[in-house]
């Protein structure tokens, strides 16, 4: 039996594509080599498993017997490898994250070098959307844990406040000093270019909840997709941003931006993680919630 294996395979592919030549091809090995397989299967059988015709080969009445059960135990051969591929891949433990890509950036990435490097074995899944779109994959299970900013109502999950922020505008000197000369006694509010995340994101839902309270309006908005974006047109001099100031540290340190008087405060608020409550415990999910 061991001796006619490879035997078999050849007259299951033979069987399958009815065709000596695609059946060479398939099993990259010769024409010739093929044909003196079968005959050889044929000569231990005693008995003929194909005929010619136009097209190919096709089988005879005991080739097609043979050839039904061939197929099963092939089937069921691809069933076997398919299992244990599977079963393996699933061994690998997964986490997946979601997040901001402004919080992934500032935020999750120095909290991740560590865990990568204590969690080797893990494969480690990002996905940035809004903190609402996250609270949504947990909702669907197709995220494990998010760093989000704390809405207003969070209930159902398990949350674990990470740090602090609150938000502030931001420009360069020379842009101010510009608005300053070329509009004098008029409110920056009206004259500046204000630019912002757009009203889905939690810091502009904050800046513009402000705005509303003190009856502020802004004339001229342009909206980014990123902070880093935001942070980077004040650079450049193109407005003002509204941004976190604890991500902009650095610009204002060096001086490269400065603060824009707001005439209010904005309120600090919460970062941190989230799970579905009965994830709590997972081991995969202590690590971020020990760390805090």
């Known amino acids: 039996m061991k001796e006619n294996l490879s035997l078999y395979h050849i007259f299951y592919i033979v069987g399958k594509t009815g065709n000596i030549s695609r059946a060479a091809k398939e099993l990259y090995i010769s024409q010739p ?4 397989a079968v005959q050889k ?4 059988l005693s008995v003929p498993l194909f005929k010619r015709n136009s097209r190919g080969v096709a089988l005879t009445p005991e080739g097609e017997i043979l050839f039904q059960k ?3 135990a092939f089937s069921l051969v691809s069933e076997g490898e398919e299992i244990i591929l599977s079963s ?3 061994a690998v433990p997964h986490l997946r994250l979601g997040t901001s890509s402004t919080l992934c950036r500032y935020v999750l990435l120095s909290h991740l070098k560590p865990y990568i490097s204590s969690h080797p074995q893990v494969r480690v899944n990002i996905s940035c959307q809004s903190t609402y779109q996250t609270l949504q994959l947990l909702d669907e299970e197709k995220l494990d844990l998010g760093l989000i900013g704390r809405p207003g109502k969070l209930h159902g999950y398990y949350y674990q406040p990470l740090m602090r922020i609150n938000d502030t505008f931001v420009a360069t000197k020379q842009y101010l000093k510009t608005q300053q000369e070329l509009y ?5 509010y009206r004259t500046a270019t204000f630019m912002m995340l757009d009203e889905k ?20 908005i342009l909206e980014a997709t990123s902070m880093d974006l935001l942070i980077q047109f004040a650079t450049i001099g193109l407005g003002i941003a509204g941004v976190v100031r604890q991500f902009v540290e650095k610009e204002l340190r060096h001086g490269t931006l400065v603060e824009v008087p707001a005439g209010f405060s904005f309120p600090d608020r919460e970062i941190g993680f989230v799970c579905r409550k009965n994830s709590r415990h997972l081991p995969l999910l202590e690590y971020f919630f020990s760390q805090i």
């Open 33 to 36: 080599a093929v044909s003196r």
């Open 41 to 44: 299967l044929e000569s231990n």
């Open 70 to 72: 061939i197929e099963k």
């Open 88 to 90: 393996r891949s699933q």
């Open 184 to 188: 004098p006694a008029e409110s920056i």
């Open 201 to 220: 994101n939690i810091t502009r839902q904050t800046i513009d909840t402000q705005l509303k309270e003190h009856r502020i309006e802004l004339n001229h």
